[in-house]
């Protein structure tokens, strides 16, 4: 029973590691609970002396490191896959591969902080950072070369003297009692450390600012930026008329891009009619078409839900009656020519591919204004009862 | 004096194990045999597979004797003779290599002249792969490593008798030598071995993944033995929870070098997609090799991280013993899944001669540690370190 509110504990110095081993030993032994060791480095075979049980660390370290995993896998397909899809290297939207590295860092990350802040908070009663053991001759010997026992005044067996008589008998160094610091003062929130927090904040934002944009430029370090190469839409000096960029011989066609007799006109008097018969295989290569250029503006289904939120003017649905009357040869000029702002598709799709394009558009047209004598077809074809 | 203050008693192995051993080597000898006269080809895929089983085991343990010399390691002391048996298969590597040189045609398609002379890129690889340079590196790399298996045994084995602790000093300088050496050879075994098996495939990373297989079934036979032999009696009763758990920690490090090596070989492949690279994970990944791979992912990886993960496991000798068997059969699948889709490309094709060769090297595995077992200690009883490895604690 402790007398004295005031008193923390008794803190008692050994020389070697073998002493504190024993005294820890001993203390166990005599029946204290609170009682803590305090060495320069960990002492082997301490825990078992302590008769400490295994730590559950570990399971407070799985726990946040699988949220790591969780909140990044989250975080990566809501990104990549629904806020902002982009088609990066050919690869499906949800990368699972490309997505494992970070998906590793952060369950590291998140495991180690979590468990860093975790024992901080725990050992340290944040908010308040002030152990009754800070700033003594104790803390100050055992973080050099002494070895260190302190039995808490908590002890339900805690009494002053025969704590100090049964750490005399174990052969301590020196015996100090400790008390508990008088008024609760958090000096994290002392306004000179909250100034010094601020001022680091700002160095270290206003280095890495400095460093990235303006350091990195200077002298040795922009070497990679001078290169012998071509800049697209610079000039260059090898060619008389400065042109970095050079255009194809006069009447050069490239594979697949016959050109299109009526370009440029705005309402063609006259248009082509489609070479491709709307196969499986056809509309299979005419979907990936589709998504890859048209479906950014015009959404997956064609119904004018852009996935651009805004950034440029929504084109109309092509379920409209327009739409649908439009022929083949209509929309194949609408690719090749652009119409208003929606810009030309010359460049970027062969005509087979338009031609496929426009198949698919129409699978998808007709999707759309079913009537009952279709789905009376696909009820033949499937042989299931389609409502 | 000293075989007191470890409490270590030699007793001979029971006789059963060299009869089990005789039986296995004896079935896979023979069986082998028959199927090399009635499919050749596979008979020499299926054995290369075992061979290099052979090989990983041996280096492997070779690599953690040296290891522990070299990071002046304690812990590992008590039971570091159990790698000195495992790794003396590796002066009998030349021997059993000898029927795959012979069959070097049925399995490397740069051996064949007539394609090399149609083929650009195998002309560009000829200086390198060639029947005769193979040969050489083959003789040369084996001989290294039977030099540095010699030396640092007869050291250790000098030092029961003597105790004289030059010799440990001695086999640290060796040891020195020995790992940078480790990495380039065993780099270029795997390269030769298994990567030239489809020669106009590359991985700069290839040797690393050879590495960290062959080092994590060479810790899993090490566990094994170890638990076994402890629970019967025949290592130093002293060997404690905190050495198991120290082998089980290292396991565990193991299977995710391996996960992380076989990823980092896997994903720069897959995201940059060239044709020339990309094809052998496609080959993996068609006609049947695709379950292989996906097993790997679960048996190699995941299944022994979740197995290994927790205090218990890695101290619990039974399920040490289960998953260490179970690496071992998965590092023979890692092996076989590297070997066999370049035989059957477009598919996996069942054969029985795949199960006879790993019994006859398991028969020669267990032959070789039951003879070395008879020989020597089975503990290090004049290293001056062994005092504080059984002492060792963890915590």
């Given at each position: 029973?402790?007398?004295?509110?005031?008193?923390?504990?008794?803190?008692?110095?050994?020389?070697?590691?073998?002493?504190?081993?024993?005294?820890?030993?001993?203390?166990?032994?005599?029946?204290y609970?609170?009682?803590?060791?305090?060495?320069?480095?960990?002492?082997?075979?301490?825990?078992?002396?302590?008769?400490?049980?295994?730590s559950?660390?570990?399971?407070?370290?799985?726990?946040?490191?699988?949220?790591?995993?969780?909140?990044?896998?989250?975080?990566?397909?809501?990104?990549m896959?629904?806020?902002?899809?982009?088609?990066i290297?050919?690869?499906?939207?949800?990368?699972?591969?490309?997505?494992?590295?970070?998906?590793?860092?952060?369950?590291?990350?998140?495991?180690?902080?979590?468990?860093?802040?975790?024992?901080?908070?725990?050992?340290?009663?944040?908010?308040?950072?002030?152990?009754?053991?800070?700033?003594?001759?104790?803390?100050?010997?055992?973080?050099?070369?002494?070895?260190?026992?302190?039995?808490?005044?908590?002890?339900?067996?805690?009494?002053?003297?025969?704590?100090?008589?049964?750490?005399?008998?174990?052969?301590?160094?020196?015996?100090?009692?400790?008390?508990?610091?008088?008024?609760?003062s958090?000096?994290?929130?002392?306004?000179?450390?909250?100034?010094?927090?601020?001022?680091?904040?700002?160095?270290?934002?206003?280095g890495?600012?400095?460093?990235?944009?303006?350091?990195?430029?200077?002298?040795?370090?922009?070497?990679?930026?001078?290169?012998?190469?071509?800049?697209?839409?610079?000039?260059?000096?090898?060619?008389?008329?400065?042109?970095?960029?050079?255009?194809?011989?006069?009447g050069?066609?490239?594979?697949?891009?016959?050109?299109?007799?009526?370009?440029?006109?705005?309402i063609?008097?006259?248009?082509?009619?489609?070479?491709?018969l709307?196969?499986?295989?056809?509309?299979?290569?005419?979907?990936?078409?589709?998504?890859?250029?048209?479906?950014?503006?015009?959404?997956?289904?064609?119904?004018?839900?852009?996935?651009?939120?805004?950034?440029?003017?929504?084109?109309?649905?092509?379920?409209?009656?327009?739409?649908?009357?439009?022929?083949?040869g209509?929309?194949?000029?609408?690719?090749?020519n652009?119409?208003?702002?929606?810009?030309?598709?010359e460049?970027?799709?062969?005509?087979?591919?338009?031609w496929?394009?426009?198949?698919?558009?129409?699978?998808?047209?007709?999707?759309?204004?079913?009537?009952?004598?279709?789905?009376?077809?696909?009820?033949?074809?499937?042989?299931?009862?389609?409502? | 004096?000293l075989?007191?203050?470890?409490?270590?008693?030699?007793?001979?192995?029971?006789?059963?194990?060299?009869?089990?051993?005789?039986?296995?080597?004896?079935?896979?000898?023979?069986?082998?045999?028959?199927?090399?006269f009635?499919?050749?080809?596979?008979?020499?895929?299926?054995?290369?597979?075992?061979?290099?089983?052979?090989?990983?085991?041996?280096?492997?343990?070779?690599?953690?004797?040296a290891?522990?010399?070299?990071?002046?390691?304690?812990?590992?002391?008590?039971?570091?003779r159990?790698?000195?048996?495992?790794?003396?298969?590796?002066?009998?590597?030349?021997?059993?290599?000898?029927?795959?040189?012979?069959?070097?045609?049925?399995?490397?398609?740069?051996?064949?002249?007539?394609?090399?002379?149609?083929?650009?890129?195998?002309q560009?690889?000829?200086?390198?792969?060639?029947?005769?340079?193979?040969i050489?590196?083959?003789?040369?790399?084996?001989?290294?490593?039977?030099?540095?298996?010699?030396l640092?045994?007869?050291?250790?084995r000098?030092?029961?008798?003597?105790?004289?602790?030059?010799?440990?000093?001695?086999?640290?300088?060796l040891?020195?030598?020995?790992?940078?050496?480790?990495?380039?050879?065993?780099?270029?075994t795997?390269?030769?071995?298994?990567?030239?098996?489809?020669?106009?495939w590359?991985?700069?990373?290839?040797?690393?993944?050879?590495?960290?297989?062959?080092?994590w079934?060479?810790?899993?036979?090490?566990?094994?033995?170890?638990?076994?032999?402890?629970?019967?009696?025949?290592?130093?009763?002293?060997?404690?929870?905190?050495?198991?758990?120290?082998?089980?920690?290292?396991?565990?490090?193991?299977?995710?070098?391996?996960?992380?090596?076989?990823?980092?070989?896997?994903?720069?492949?897959?995201?940059?997609?060239?044709?020339?690279?990309?094809?052998?994970?496609?080959?993996?990944?068609?006609?049947?090799?695709?379950?292989?791979?996906?097993?790997?992912?679960?048996?190699?990886?995941?299944?022994?991280?979740?197995?290994?993960?927790?205090?218990?496991?890695?101290?619990?000798?039974?399920?040490?013993?289960?998953?260490s068997v179970?690496?071992?059969?998965?590092h023979?699948?890692?092996?076989?899944?590297?070997?066999?889709?370049?035989?059957?490309?477009?598919?996996?094709?069942?054969?029985?001669?795949?199960?006879?060769?790993?019994?006859?090297?398991?028969?020669?595995?267990?032959?070789?540690?039951?003879?070395?077992?008879?020989?020597?200690?089975?503990?290090?009883?004049?290293?001056?370190?062994l005092?504080?490895?059984?002492?060792?604690?963890?915590?």
């Amino acid at each position: 029973m402790n007398e004295n509110k005031n008193l923390y504990g008794v803190t008692a110095l050994f020389d070697s590691a073998n002493e504190i081993i024993h005294a820890a030993k001993e203390v166990e032994k005599a029946g204290y609970k609170n009682f803590d060791v305090n060495t320069p480095y960990p002492v082997h075979g301490m825990d078992r002396a302590m008769g400490l049980k295994r730590s559950t660390v570990g399971f407070f370290t799985l726990f946040f490191g699988f949220s790591g995993t969780a909140f990044i896998l989250l975080f990566a397909y809501w990104t990549m896959s629904v806020n902002y899809p982009m088609v990066i290297g050919g690869k499906p939207f949800f990368a699972l591969p490309s997505f494992i590295p970070v998906t590793f860092e952060t369950t590291v990350l998140l495991g180690g902080i979590a468990t860093v802040v975790g024992i901080l908070a725990v050992f340290f009663n944040l908010p308040s950072n002030n152990h009754p053991l800070h700033d003594t001759d104790y803390m100050c010997s055992v973080s050099n070369d002494k070895y260190g026992i302190v039995i808490e005044a908590e002890d339900p067996k805690f009494n002053e003297n025969e704590v100090t008589e049964l750490l005399k008998r174990l052969g301590a160094k020196k015996i100090h009692t400790v008390m508990n610091p008088g008024k609760e003062s958090f000096p994290i929130f002392e306004g000179r450390f909250v100034v010094f927090l601020i001022l680091v904040v700002l160095v270290v934002c206003g280095g890495t600012y400095f460093t990235l944009n303006k350091v990195l430029y200077l002298e040795p370090f922009d070497w990679m930026l001078e290169q012998d190469k071509l800049i697209p839409q610079e000039k260059s000096t090898i060619f008389t008329d400065n042109k970095g960029m050079r255009t194809t011989i006069e009447g050069t066609v490239a594979r697949g891009y016959l050109p299109y007799p009526f370009k440029g006109q705005t309402i063609p008097t006259e248009t082509l009619a489609n070479p491709l018969l709307p196969t499986k295989k056809v509309l299979e290569f005419g979907k990936g078409k589709f998504l890859t250029f048209c479906s950014p503006c015009h959404g997956n289904y064609a119904d004018g839900d852009s996935r651009l939120h805004g950034q440029f003017p929504n084109p109309p649905t092509l379920h409209s009656a327009r739409a649908r009357e439009f022929g083949d040869g209509m929309i194949y000029h609408i690719i090749v020519n652009g119409q208003n702002t929606m810009p030309s598709y010359e460049t970027q799709t062969t005509s087979e591919e338009r031609w496929a394009i426009i198949n698919y558009i129409r699978a998808l047209q007709r999707a759309k204004n079913a009537k009952p004598t279709d789905l009376q077809e696909v009820q033949k074809e499937l042989g299931v009862n389609v409502k | 004096m000293l075989n007191k203050e470890s409490g270590y008693v030699k007793k001979e192995l029971p006789g059963n194990i060299a009869k089990i051993g005789t039986v296995f080597f004896a079935v896979g000898l023979i069986l082998g045999t028959a199927g090399y006269f009635i499919e050749p080809v596979r008979a020499s895929f299926s054995y290369l597979v075992a061979f290099m089983f052979l090989v990983s085991v041996g280096i492997g343990s070779l690599f953690l004797v040296a290891l522990e010399y070299l990071a002046g390691a304690d812990w590992s002391t008590p039971f570091r003779r159990v790698s000195e048996f495992l790794s003396s298969s590796i002066p009998l590597l030349i021997i059993f290599a000898l029927p795959l040189i012979f069959n070097m045609n049925s399995l490397f398609h740069w051996t064949h002249t007539e394609a090399v002379a149609e083929d650009a890129v195998l002309q560009g690889k000829a200086p390198y792969l060639n029947s005769s340079f193979f040969i050489i590196r083959v003789v040369v790399i084996f001989g290294l490593w039977s030099l540095f298996y010699y030396l640092l045994s007869k050291n250790s084995r000098g030092q029961d008798s003597t105790g004289d602790q030059r010799l440990t000093k001695r086999n640290i300088v060796l040891s020195g030598i020995f790992i940078p050496l480790f990495a380039i050879t065993a780099t270029v075994t795997s390269v030769d071995w298994l990567m030239s098996l489809e020669p106009h495939w590359f991985s700069t990373i290839f040797g690393v993944y050879f590495f960290s297989g062959s080092v994590w079934a060479s810790l899993a036979a090490l566990t094994l033995i170890v638990v076994l032999l402890k629970e019967k009696g025949y290592l130093s009763q002293r060997i404690n929870n905190d050495h198991y758990y120290s082998l089980g920690t290292l396991m565990f490090a193991f299977t995710c070098f391996w996960g992380y090596i076989a990823f980092s070989q896997y994903m720069l492949i897959w995201y940059a997609d060239l044709p020339e690279e990309s094809f052998w994970f496609l080959q993996r990944w068609t006609g049947g090799w695709e379950y292989f791979s996906i097993v790997l992912i679960l048996a190699h990886f995941i299944i022994p991280f979740g197995a290994l993960l927790s205090y218990p496991a890695k101290t619990n000798p039974r399920r040490l013993k289960f998953i260490s068997v179970w690496i071992l059969c998965t590092h023979y699948l890692d092996l076989y899944w590297l070997t066999m889709p370049n035989l059957n490309v477009s598919g996996f094709v069942f054969s029985w001669l795949d199960f006879v060769f790993p019994i006859g090297i398991l028969g020669l595995i267990i032959l070789i540690f039951n003879i070395n077992a008879k020989k020597y200690n089975l503990i290090p009883v004049g290293d001056p370190k062994l005092q504080r490895g059984l002492d060792f604690t963890l915590h």
